[in-house]
Structures are given as structure tokens and as C-alpha cells.
């Protein structure tokens, strides 16, 4: 116990997490600002995919709502990882071939890009099934009535059900960003410099991985808490129009 | 010549003014239940037409194919003269050809529902200039102007900034007419406006709706309010299974109903 209590020498942990070398702090920083990247970038492009794949689910042709009930269910199925290492290895591979049989030159799909794209294209599956449940959950009537008074369907997804399905879809977004955010982690297989990378790096290196990954942990909980304190005043403000949540004791 | 058009009387001249609304031959199928069989229904400048009927006489149906709602199976409908234009969706019903047409023709109609379906995201003056500023391109400063004289009409001047869900569902119906009125409909379209409301509530929304209806506006009022609709109908329409049973003056109609159904309709109602 006395021993465990050393290791966590005080002055140690400062000089182990110091933003400057000898310290490994300012790798874990930049290791943290890469993920947040990568994780807002993916829910973004997941936010993009999902509109469109809700929409075309709702609203499409048979042709475009099977495909897209294919995109769901496959991305759905198979785990997080393997998609990652298809997005990071078999894509470009699979492009470059394509590319080469037709006279170009290699291209190189490495870092962030590959990064979001491929955390993002999984996300686009959760949320197109985040956002259709939430166009369902809009009562039809008020989508009825935009179109009673001579509403476009652009305008009618605009101003009626786009924002009238958002206190139904914010807490599934908020999972999904916070489930994006921590899926940067999954990166670290593909040698990407993101914070659980980098930490591994620098337990590595100093042997002192209950500091590091303490510390990983800490920053991972501190992006999630502000989150937090964010979404719940989105939520609180798209939520202005509902009634007041019945007590049910 | 002349003589012929000066002999025509007034009376006359009054009664070719606008039709407002002209349905010819309507039908509508749901799959295999045929819901309308083959309904005509005209409604000129200032007329209140009342439909009534037993449930599932397609009276909201009949509604709700004047502003293409539901798409008729087939037949006309005219509004204020214009003819919309219809045409076959391949799988033996209609729709309208022209999105803008039929979008045009909508936002002059003021349309009220039975579950008032007020947009749950905005406030209630918000409800009320929505259509004006985002379809018919009022500006927003005159939009608010009126939607307060509209929101005063109905007495829910003071509710102004309150969202829909706060709301009572007479004070909610009654913003629903403030809505419809804000478009300056020629023709209000009424689907059993009081049909959702608590029995001590429905007073109100008639008060509402009758005021509107002494005004002379022009409106099609499906209602069960058998009192109301005798007060201020100039015109009842009574459908059984899809098919227009009888109509009249409401004298004509609730007090000497001429076909059988009619007779066992109103004894069972009244």
C-alpha cells in the first residue's frame, strides 16, 4: 500500500504530466485536441448522413429506402473496429487499384480524413435511425396543417418537422456524440495520434501507466461532463414548446 | 339584348355572384372502402355550408378532398374558380399536377382542425404569423400587427407568448381560427372544430365561429353541433355512406327532413 502510495509521489505525477518535455502533458493535450477533432468531424459528417438517410427512409422511392435499409443494417452489424481498419486499409487500397488500372496516380488516405470518414459513416447509420424515430415522434397532425396552408416540402421540413422532431431527437444525438467522441479511442489501432495513442506512448516510454491513463481518463470524463452541461441546455431550450414532464409517483 | 340582362332582378345577380367552392362527382377510395360515391357540393361568396352526418359518412373526408388533404379518387374541384388541376398517380386515385397550384390555392384556405394541431415549437403569435411571413410573404412587423388584432378578436391577446402545449383546448382551438384567419382565407374550412373539446369548452370556439359566420365569411363547417349548425348555416348538406343524402335551408333540413335516414338521423341526435 505504502508502495502504491509512492508511485503517486506528488512531484512526480506534475513532472510526468508537465506540458513540456521532459513532461508528456503537452502530447496528451495534443492527443486530446486530435480526438475532439476527429469526434466532432465524425458527428458532423453522421449528422449529414443521417438527415439524408432519414429522409430518404421516410419519404424516398422503394429502391432508395432499400438501400438504405442495407446501409443501416450492415454498419449496424458489424463492430466499430473492423469498419475502421476496411475504411483505413481496404478503401484506399481498393482505390488506388482502381485508380492505377485507369492511369492515376496513388492517393493517400491516412489521418484525420480517414478518421472521420470512417467513424462518421458508421455514426450516419445511428443517426439516421435517431432521426427517423424522431421525425415519427412529431405528431402528424402539425405536419398536416403546414401542409394545409400551402407549405413546400422543403419549407415544411424546414420550418414544421425539422425543429419539431428536436426535443425527441437531442438525447440520441447526445449519446451519439458522446458514443463519437470516445470511438476516436478504436483509432489508436491504426497508429493515429489521438489522446488514448498518445497516452499509450507515454506510459510506454515512462512506465508510469496508472498516471497516464489516469489522466486520459480524467480528460475523456471532462469533455463528457461539458458536454453534458451543453446538451442540457439545447435540450432545455428545444424542449420550450412541451409540457411540463408529469410526475409518476 | 339589353332588355334580357336589365330584366334580370337582383335577386338573380346576387345569386350568380363568385362560387366560392364547387365540387362535382367526388370519390374517394381508401383501398377498397369507398369512403365518397359521388358527392357535388357548391358554396358561393358568403355562404356557410354545414355538412353533417353519421361517422363514417365521409363528411370530414369530403373536407379534407377541397384542399387535396386526402387526393380525390376522382371528380372536380373548383376553388373561388380555379379549377385544380388533377391527375393519375398510376395507382387509380389522383394528385394534384401542379405542386405550386395546389400550394397556392391551400394557403388561401384557412383550414381548422378538429385536434386543433397548432405547431408545438412556437408560441402562439408565432403560430399566428407563420403563414403570412414564411408562404404569403407578409412582413414580419405587419404579420404581428394583425395577429394581435386576431389574437384580441378571439381573446387570447394576453396569451400571446405562450406555446400551444399551455394552453386549454378551447384557448388552443381558438388560436388554431386566429391561424386560419391570419391567412385572409376566402373560404374557412372547419373539420368538427369542437369534436375535441371538453362539453364546458365547446361554447367558446362556437362563440368564435358563429361571430365569423355572422360577418358573412364564406365557410364549410363539418360539425356534430346540430343547434350551431341549425343557427348559422345558410346551407346543410347531410351525407349517409358516401352519398349526399339531402340538402337545404337549415329550416328545411332539421325541420322538415324529407328522406328516412335523415329523419332517423336527427331523432338520434337531437
Redesign the interface.
Known amino acids: 500500500m505504502t508502495e502504491l502510495l509512492l508511485s503517486l509521489d506528488q512531484t512526480s505525477i506534475f513532472e510526468l504530466l508537465a506540458p513540456t518535455s521532459p513532461g508528456w502533458g503537452g502530447n496528451l493535450l495534443h492527443g486530446f485536441i486530435n480526438s475532439i477533432e476527429i469526434g466532432v468531424g465524425a458527428f458532423a459528417l453522421g449528422l449529414l448522413i443521417g438527415m439524408g438517410g432519414a429522409h430518404g427512409k421516410l419519404y424516398g422511392g422503394p429502391v432508395q429506402r432499400d438501400l438504405l435499409q442495407v446501409y443501416t443494417t450492415l454498419i449496424r452489424a458489424v463492430p466499430e473496429l473492423v469498419l475502421i481498419l476496411l475504411v483505413y486499409f481496404a478503401v484506399p487500397d481498393l482505390i488506388n487499384r482502381l485508380l492505377e488500372t485507369f492511369g492515376y496516380g496513388r492517393i493517400d488516405v491516412t489521418g484525420p480524413v480517414a478518421g472521420i470518414v470512417a467513424l462518421g459513416f458508421v455514426q450516419g447509420a445511428y443517426t439516421t435511425e435517431v432521426l427517423r424515430g424522431a421525425i415519427l415522434a412529431v ?1 402528424q ?2 405536419i ?9 416540402p422543403t ?1 415544411l421540413m424546414r ?2 418537422t425539422l ?2 422532431m ?2 425527441f431527437a437531442i438525447p440520441g444525438l447526445a449519446n451519439l456524440w458522446v458514443s463519437a467522441f470516445k470511438s476516436t479511442a478504436l483509432l489508436a489501432v491504426v497508429g493515429f495520434n489521438e489522446l488514448t495513442l498518445e497516452t499509450r506512448q507515454a506510459a510506454g516510454a515512462t512506465k508510469a501507466y496508472f498516471t497516464f491513463f489516469m489522466a486520459a481518463g480524467v480528460l475523456y470524463l471532462l469533455l463528457t461532463l461539458i458536454s453534458n452541461a451543453l446538451i442540457g441546455r439545447i435540450e432545455h431550450w ?1 424542449r ?4 411540463p414532464v408529469a410526475e409518476s409517483r | 339584348m339589353t332588355a334580357t340582362i336589365k330584366a334580370i332582378p337582383r335577386q338573380t345577380v346576387a345569386n350568380i355572384a363568385a362560387e366560392a367552392i364547387h365540387v362535382e362527382h367526388l370519390h374517394k377510395k381508401f383501398g377498397a372502402l369507398h369512403v365518397l360515391k359521388g358527392v357535388s357540393l357548391s358554396a358561393r361568396d358568403g355562404d356557410v355550408v354545414a355538412i353533417i352526418g353519421g361517422s363514417g359518412s365521409g363528411k370530414s373526408t369530403l373536407l379534407r378532398c377541397i384542399n387535396c388533404l386526402e387526393n380525390p379518387t376522382s371528380g372536380i374541384i373548383r376553388v373561388n374558380g380555379e379549377e385544380i388541376r388533377l391527375k393519375h398517380d398510376g395507382n387509380g386515385s389522383t394528385e394534384p399536377r401542379d405542386r405550386k397550384q395546389i400550394e397556392r390555392i391551400r394557403s388561401r384556405l384557412g383550414m381548422v382542425f378538429q385536434s386543433f394541431n397548432l405547431w408545438s415549437h412556437m408560441t402562439l403569435i408565432e403560430n399566428v404569423i407563420e403563414v403570412p411571413v414564411h408562404v404569403l410573404g407578409v412582413k414580419r412587423e405587419a404579420a404581428v400587427a394583425e395577429a394581435e388584432k386576431l389574437l384580441a378578436r378571439v381573446g387570447l391577446l394576453e396569451k400571446r407568448d405562450v406555446y400551444p402545449a399551455f394552453l386549454s383546448g378551447g384557448q388552443q382551438q381558438r388560436g388554431a381560427i386566429a391561424r386560419a384567419l391570419a391567412v385572409q382565407p376566402r373560404v374557412m374550412l372547419f373539420d368538427e372544430p369542437t369534436s375535441a373539446l371538453d362539453p364546458e369548452l365547446v361554447g367558446e370556439v362556437l362563440g368564435v365561429i358563429g361571430g365569423l359566420a355572422r360577418e358573412g365569411r364564406t365557410m364549410i363547417l363539418v360539425t356534430h353541433e346540430m343547434k350551431f349548425a341549425r343557427e348559422v348555416a345558410t346551407h346543410v348538406v347531410f351525407l349517409h355512406e358516401g352519398r349526399l343524402e339531402e340538402q337545404g335551408s337549415p329550416d328545411a333540413i332539421f325541420g322538415s327532413p324529407k328522406s328516412e335516414r335523415l329523419q332517423q338521423f336527427i331523432r338520434r341526435v337531437t
Open positions: 405528431p397532425g402539425q398536416e396543417a403546414g401542409r394545409a396552408f400551402g407549405m413546400s419549407m420550418r414544421i425543429p419539431a428536436l426535443p428545444t420550450r414548446g412541451q409540457p
